[in-house]
């Protein structure tokens, strides 16, 4: 009898999930089609990321909030992605470290140039 219980509640819990997702997936969806889900951020926030990974400052959660948040800025967005590559940064070595400073002197060479234009 205890496991019918336990079957029924989780059938409930299942159907009382159903509008939820129902409702939640078309909408991320339609989200990430038209860019909503993205961040405006600068350079400075790509660059500020990258010296705590380097550093090894970076919280807990930073690797993350950093790679699974695209950005608007295309050019950013691809500098973040080949950061993500290397997953997170306690398992990093110096040939990552030093392909890391690369991609922060690419960030940092957006910034002066747009600082200029």
Known sequence: MRTTAGMMGRAFMLL?????????IPVIVILNLLGLNKLSAGPEYVERHLDRFIAGSEES????????VPLKDAE????RERVCVFGPWNYAD?????E?????DEVRAITIARTIA
Request: proline letters at 3%; a negative charge; glycine letters at 4%.
């Open 61 to 68: 959660g930073d690797w993350d909030d950093f790679c699974s």
């Open 100 to 104: 890391l400073r690369k991609l922060l």
């Open 94 to 98: 110096d040939s990552r470290e030093a």
């Open 16 to 24: 009382a999930l159903m509008p939820v997702l129902l409702v939640s």
């Open 76 to 79: 950013l967005d691809s500098i």
